[in-house]
């Protein structure tokens, strides 16, 4: 490209935020078994499609350039500013960076990341003690970690919209539905009534902020809590 605005080709840059926000998920998740390292897998095939285009070619802006130049005439789209889809198509032109979608996208990356956090403490603490996590996180969601990564990649969608993108998101999300779904049914076969009383009680991806945490007898050891 010769265009004076052009603001991508960086590839040096692609890598580095790409490998600092897969290694910053690594060390809140830590991987420890076949299951783990696929949903970090599947975040990490997510981050680089994401970075490739927000600093290395814009394929996006690239293939919808004829369609938005046409509806949106005013907005310089090979600019690196214009990636931000939506702060552009909604009218937002002073720097996209203070948009309404792209402070909620830091809000949802935020959140996402802590849920990994607490819940890879929790379910580490619990365990420690030979014990079902259904404590702390636990008590209000029984799969912090999976919605964790929705979350995140929800946020990065909202901050920079692709086509590759918005593809594999909703088949990212059917897959951490799906490992959820595995991992309740190994919890079922391991613990019977004891988690099928906290399945009851908690939900699955949809935290319930009314629930209090009861105390209860130890259990044995369950790793599999998404």
């Known amino acids: ?52 285009e927000m600093y290395g070619f814009p394929l996006t802006i690239f293939v919808l350039s004829g369609w938005l130049q046409s509806y949106f005439p005013a907005v310089d789209w090979w600019s690196h500013d214009a990636g931000h889809l939506l702060e552009m198509m909604f009218g937002w032109r002073v720097n996209p960076h203070y948009g309404p979608f792209h402070i909620a996208s830091f809000v949802l990356i935020g959140v996402g990341y802590w849920l990994i956090s607490v819940a890879w403490t929790a379910l580490h603490l619990s365990q420690r003690k030979h ?58 076969a391991s613990f019977g009534e004891v988690y099928r009383d906290y399945m009851a009680r908690v939900p699955g991806f949809i935290p319930n902020l009314t629930i209090h945490s009861r105390r209860r007898r130890p259990w044995r050891s369950f790793d599999g809590n998404g």
Do not use: C
């Not at 603001?7 to 998740?29: D, H, M, P």
């Not at 014990?131 to 929705?150: C, D, E, M, N, S």
């Not at 088949?171 to 595995?182: K, P």
């Open 1 to 52: 490209m010769t265009h004076a605005d052009y603001g991508y080709g960086l590839w040096g840059l692609a890598l580095v935020n790409a490998a600092v926000f897969i290694l910053f998920a690594f060390s809140f998740f830590k991987p420890a078994t076949k299951r783990d390292w696929r949903s970090l897998g599947a975040f990490s095939a997510f981050i680089i499609a994401l970075f490739a």
């Open 131 to 188: 014990q079902l996590a259904l404590t702390g996180i636990y008590a209000r969601i029984r799969h912090p970690q999976y919605v964790g990564f929705i979350l995140v990649m929800l946020g990065f969608l909202l901050q920079w919209p692709t086509l590759l993108t918005l593809a594999m998101f909703p088949v990212l999300v059917v897959m951490y539905i799906r490992l959820a779904r595995h991992e309740e049914k190994e919890a079922l």
